[in-house]
């Protein structure tokens, strides 16, 4: 195990050492990718900066509350819809072209419809990610093998006990797998409605750094953004091993 | 076999089932499983159901167990009418253990004592003895995942007698168990069912296993099934092998096969 994690340590070090290299020797343009040792000392001193603080306070409760509606929300009408197999196969198809659907393109409308500001982010990224959520849910619920509810069924499980000592364990994983979702898409929807029309937020502040073309600001952003999301993710997926191990098969 | 607590010849009546009949559906696309079956079953007794693939023994099996409800038809177990599970007299077992993959041998044998809400202290120890009778008290905290075929099937058993039911009812439980296993499993099934005298009716397609095991056997007819006959199975008890090979078994076992090619 330690070699693997090595390795992966050492081709993070390689590929930072190159553009580290690659800018400072001016095989690349310093000025479109700028040496990470300056992306690190503009963050360090970002992260002292209050006016990024609040918007990045902002910008994680847009997304803590997109989060909170739509983890249990998209799990909840996924497994329904999971449990009644008609329902599932008569809106199946309907979903499964929602999901196609780029959400993007109707930022104006939601824009319009909830004007520009905290609403409007968070409505985005839910309708942004209900649809995956949804997916997870349905997924859960059909994991569930049909043997082990008939089984708690003879031994007289009420259906209270079966969704709580049959259903919720069984369906543990893909419900983290669900979560986990809904927060790496909830993260994505709240940047996205930002980068195209706000006032405040981390979003907001990379595009404007964009278009001023301060690109130090702009890939200390964007490393800030990667830093955080992977540390959540990770942390879902240390929850999601500690399901899966104590479920070793039938 | 003496400390068994009711005779084999005894005349109390555990199940009983009535013109029972099962269709699927409705109009011309109805499939009708099971046909006008009778049938009674005294206290203690072995019996075992066999019959042609897709007859319906398993049907039969889920009605008599409170899964599945008869399209018309009665079943009384231990003198209440079956319309649901009835767990404190009747447990089930398939094909597959369904042993809850997250839980140890033991948390599963314990299962059905939590769902009724025992206490640790009551179900612990109860579910330990019961792994012993099967032989897997060295196996107790292991998971589902960690243990063969034959041992989850043990498990299985165990978790199915945790309740004390007046009746075990058990769907193919050894067929998808390599032969060797599954005769030593019908030998250990034997020596618990002596041991509890608890009525036992067993669905399989093996006709050896069939006669090998039960008191009685019923056959059944292709779809629609019904009740074709039911064969007193006089071989004594304990049952060895040896008798597999013997006249009166094959002579038996020949008459069933008959019975079944030609319906």
């Known amino acids: ?250 | 076999m003496n400390h068994r607590p009711t005779a084999r010849a005894g005349s109390v009546e555990i199940i009983k089932v009535e013109r029972l009949s099962k269709q699927y559906g409705s109009g011309a696309n109805s499939l009708r499983a099971l046909s006008d079956i009778s049938l009674s079953v005294s206290e203690g007794q072995f019996v075992t159901v066999v019959g042609p693939s897709g007859c319906g023994k398993s049907t039969l099996l889920l009605i008599l167990a409170g899964l599945v409800s008869p399209s018309s038809g009665d079943v009384w177990i231990d003198g209440a009418a079956v319309t649901g599970p009835l767990p404190e007299k009747i447990s089930v077992m398939f094909q597959e253990a369904w042993l809850l993959p997250w839980k140890t041998a033991v948390e599963n044998v314990e299962f059905p004592l939590m769902l009724r809400g025992a206490p640790f202290a009551i179900r612990r120890p109860r579910a330990l003895s019961l792994l012993q009778l099967v032989g897997l008290e060295g196996f107790a905290n292991r998971y589902p995942g960690e243990l063969s075929g034959g041992m989850k099937q043990r498990v299985a058993i165990a978790r199915s007698l945790v309740q004390e039911p007046r009746v075990l009812l058990m769907d193919e439980p050894f067929a998808a168990l390599d032969e060797q296993t599954r005769t030593r499993m019908g030998n250990e099934l034997l020596q618990v069912w002596e041991k509890f005298g608890r009525t036992v009716v067993f669905v399989t397609h093996g006709l050896t296993e069939a006669i090998y095991l039960a008191d009685f056997v019923f056959v059944m007819s292709a779809r629609p099934g019904r009740i074709l006959e039911r064969f007193h199975v006089e071989l004594p008890r304990p049952r060895t092998i040896e008798m597999i090979g013997n006249e009166a078994f094959g002579r038996l076992r020949n008459r069933i096969w008959h019975l079944i090619g030609g319906a």
């Open chain 1, 1 to 250: 195990m330690w070699i693997v994690r090595t390795s992966q340590l050492l081709v993070v070090a390689i590929v930072a050492g190159l553009w580290e290299a690659a800018s400072q020797r001016g095989w690349v343009d310093p000025n479109l990718l700028p040496p990470l040792s300056k992306i690190g000392s503009v963050l360090f001193a970002l992260l002292h900066d209050d006016r990024l603080l609040s918007d990045l306070a902002l910008t994680i409760t847009e997304v803590s509350a997109a989060f909170t509606i739509v983890g249990p929300l998209g799990l909840l009408v996924g497994f329904f819809l999971g449990e009644q197999p008609p329902v599932y196969r008569a809106l199946g198809p309907v979903l499964h072209v929602l999901l196609a659907t780029p959400k993007s393109i109707f930022l104006p409308v939601f824009i319009l419809a909830f004007g520009i500001g905290f609403l409007e982010k968070v409505i985005f990224a839910v309708t942004l990610s209900f649809f995956i959520v949804l997916l997870s849910g349905i997924a859960a619920a059909q994991s569930v093998p049909a043997g082990l509810v008939t089984v708690a069924r003879s031994f007289g499980a009420t259906r209270l006990k079966l969704y709580l000592f049959i259903y919720l364990p069984a369906m543990q994983p893909l419900i983290v797998e669900g979560l986990r979702m809904a927060l790496i898409f909830s993260i994505t929807g709240v940047l996205l409605a930002e980068m195209y029309g706000s006032a405040h937020g981390v979003g907001r502040l990379i595009f404007a750094w964009g278009e001023m073309f301060r690109m130090p600001e702009l890939f200390a952003g964007v490393l800030l953004i990667v830093m955080i999301t992977v540390a959540v993710n990770e942390l879902l997926r240390v929850a999601e091993n500690v399901g899966r191990s104590r479920r070793r098969g039938f």
